[in-house]
């Protein structure tokens, strides 16, 4: 019998073929994510679920345990997926590391040069027909090269981002857990505590999951020890920063601006925050280009024919679940 | 002593006013505006140099009515397309601009613009303001790749090779054109010398950095836009008139090429009709050197040019300097 596969949002036509050839696929086509009822009745039956960004709690493992050898989610960061209650269901859940990389530290790139340069509030400026010649100190932003760059969490993609420093002659700090001498030989970076380095960087660029202990690592403390002039970039996850603590930062002229590509209730932002022209804000696309998406797709396939095949998938979070799985399929 | 009659033709930053009024008898345009036409031939006559900006435009009737005890019109921009040098150089006024200072804010600039549109980040920012954000979509504002694609430069001058460097952490594979090949240029980013045409033809990115001369009008038209990549994306920070904006809008709107980025325009501040309604560009009011330090250090550099054309010592930046002296000794 051919593996019964879900898919919870619709894929773009040209990922499709990334899917496994056998598969029976279910596709979500509406336009936005399964209801909880209907995501609970849709996973009973699957031999494997690619999620899209749905909320994978224990009562979806449970629905989903007779059947089900794995949850691929689509994206590096799985703080959507209770991954203990997956573990003790035997099914394994597998992300997208490495193939997002680029593009998120593209983004991130993107944002400080745009936040700096004043991009958007520039570009709406012209289209509006409020372009006057010479003014000498119209739109003045700030440099970038030369400068010093922040990293709050030295993973892939935050190395990624340091690395990408190299030609703008910049200062680079990072902070993690402990110093990471991979890390600082790759990109030149000098490890700093969080304070110092919020303390001394001109951007600072967020690049940690979001666990419980990185939920609202940036607050009201933390806006405050930044300079006046900097620069805060997240494209990590919306609650790792306190957004209502920053508004009021970029509204007081705490910091300097913000460049936003994840927020705390997507899509709805906090108050007063779409009205600043401190602030870029982009709408969740840290991994939006076709490339990606298809390499995306290419890796949930890769982690979900794994699973099928009785192997531990590539990118597994929870080798554990193996046993519990044996056993159930025993 | 007498001093030295400067004209500042508007306010600058301080710093620059501050060291320029030090040494010299200063007047400034007060207006938040430039001067006209007939208000700048009569602030010019009788001054000793002229501080002006690359929206005066400097030809041989303003030259003659600053007269001949005038040494030199610093020009607070690298590029001085504003002047005819040539007429200068015939009355022996020395010309000079701000060059390496603007170098990095430059080039960060190309880099926001060429990220900003293969990310679509004024339009999503636009979408997020505007509340057309519902939430994370696999289909939604999809941009192209950055990192790994090849970046064509076309003009490897100073802004040129910076904006190349730029492209090295991002993994870009860099080719570049330019009158001849630069081997130290080579050597420090590893780019490639290539025909314009095969620039054209092979660049994900096309970032144009060549000064604005008879050769280099309209040096990308309808011909060059047609050999770009339907993916390819144009950037250009260098003058408006390099590009046929007429052309450039014909290819973005159907589709020739995927986007551009621009800070410059052929007719500033009108822009070609069309333009302000395609979502495939980026478009800036000229902020290439508009950061508050790079300003800062222009007007300081245009200062020391003044300081020095005013003691006869030769300016660190006067672009005829020999020629205009020699007028001068001559005449």
């Not at chain 2, 002047?83 to 009355?91: E, F, G």
């Not at chain 2, 600039?109 to 636009?126: F, I, S």
Request: charged fraction near 25%.
């Amino acid at each position: 019998m051919n593996p019964r596969v879900l898919i919870t949002r619709k894929l773009p036509e040209a990922v499709q073929k990334e899917t496994g050839p056998d598969w029976e696929v279910e596709m979500n086509g509406g336009p936005g994510h399964y209801s909880r009822d209907e995501l609970l009745a849709r996973v009973r039956g699957r031999d494997a679920v690619l999620v899209m960004g749905d909320r994978i709690d224990e009562e979806v493992c449970a629905a989903a345990a007779p059947t089900c050898k794995v949850f691929a989610n689509h994206g590096v960061g799985y703080n959507n997926i209770d991954v203990e209650a997956a573990t003790k269901y035997g099914i394994y859940v597998t992300n997208t590391p490495d193939v997002v990389t680029g593009p998120t530290a593209d983004l991130a790139w993107a944002l400080l040069l745009a936040t700096a340069r004043r991009v958007a509030e520039g570009d709406r400026l012209i289209r509006a027909g409020r372009w006057r010649l010479s003014d000498p100190f119209a739109m003045l932003g700030t440099e970038v090269s030369g400068k010093t760059l922040g990293i709050v969490g030295a993973g892939r993609i935050g190395r990624a981002v340091a690395q990408r420093a190299r030609g703008f002659n910049m200062d680079i700090l990072y902070t993690a857990n402990s110093p990471k001498p991979d890390f600082a030989a790759q990109t030149g970076a000098r490890f700093a505590e969080l304070r110092q380095l919020l303390q001394s960087a001109d951007f600072v660029s967020v690049h940690v999951p979001l666990t419980p202990a990185t939920r609202q690592l940036i607050g009201k403390e933390e806006l405050a020890l930044m300079k006046p002039t900097a620069i805060l970039i997240n494209t990590a996850r919306g609650p790792v920063v306190d957004e209502q603590a920053l508004v009021e930062a970029l509204r007081s002229g705490g910091i300097g601006g913000a460049g936003l590509d994840v927020f705390e209730r997507e899509p709805v932002l906090e108050p007063g925050l779409a009205e600043l022209d401190n602030v870029v804000l982009t709408p969740h696309i840290g991994t939006s280009t076709l490339e990606t998406r298809i390499r995306m797709a290419a890796v949930c396939s890769r982690n979900i024919q794994a699973a099928l095949a009785g192997r531990v998938p590539p990118n597994c979070l929870n080798p554990a679940a193996r046993m519990r799985q044996e056993e159930r399929t025993r | 002593m007498i001093r030295a009659k400067v004209y500042v033709t508007r306010r600058l930053p301080e710093a620059a006013l501050e060291l320029l009024s030090r040494h010299a008898d200063m007047e400034i345009n007060p207006e938040e505006r430039s001067l006209t036409r007939e208000e700048l031939l009569g602030k010019v006559r009788g001054r000793n140099a002229v501080l002006c900006l690359l929206t005066d435009t400097i030809d041989e009737e303003v030259l003659a009515a600053a007269g001949p005890q005038c040494r030199i019109f610093a020009n607070y921009a690298v590029g001085y397309n504003n002047i005819d040098v040539a007429a200068a150089t015939r009355r022996g006024i020395i010309i000079a601009n701000t060059p390496d200072v603007l170098t990095d804010a430059t080039a960060d600039l190309a880099w926001a613009l060429l990220l900003a549109v293969a990310r679509r980040v004024a339009e999503g920012d636009k979408a997020n303001r505007s509340g057309l954000f519902k939430g994370w979509e696999p289909l939604f504002m999809l941009g192209r790749e950055v990192s790994g694609k090849t970046l064509g430069i076309i003009g490897a001058g100073r802004i040129g090779q910076a904006v190349a460097r730029r492209g090295c952490g991002f993994a870009m594979k860099v080719i570049y054109s330019a009158s001849t090949p630069k081997p130290e240029f080579e050597a420090a980013t590893g780019a490639r010398f290539a025909a314009q045409e095969e620039l054209l033809r092979e660049a994900d990115f096309v970032s144009l950095h060549v000064p604005l001369t008879p050769a280099t009008h309209h040096l990308i038209g309808e011909r060059e836009l047609a050999m770009m990549k339907p993916t390819a994306i144009l950037v250009n920070t260098a003058r408006g008139p390099v590009v046929d904006e007429k052309a450039l809008v014909a290819a973005l709107r159907t589709g020739r090429i995927w986007g551009a980025g621009l800070d410059v325009f052929e007719r500033e501040p009108v822009l070609e009709p069309g333009l302000a309604e395609l979502p495939n560009t980026v478009i800036l009011p000229h902020l290439g050197s508009a950061t508050e330090e790079t300003r800062t250090r222009m007007g300081l550099v245009a200062v020391e040019n003044i300081l020095a054309a005013l003691d006869g010592r030769t300016p660190p930046n006067g672009v005829n300097v020999k020629e205009a002296l020699a007028a001068r000794s001559g005449g």
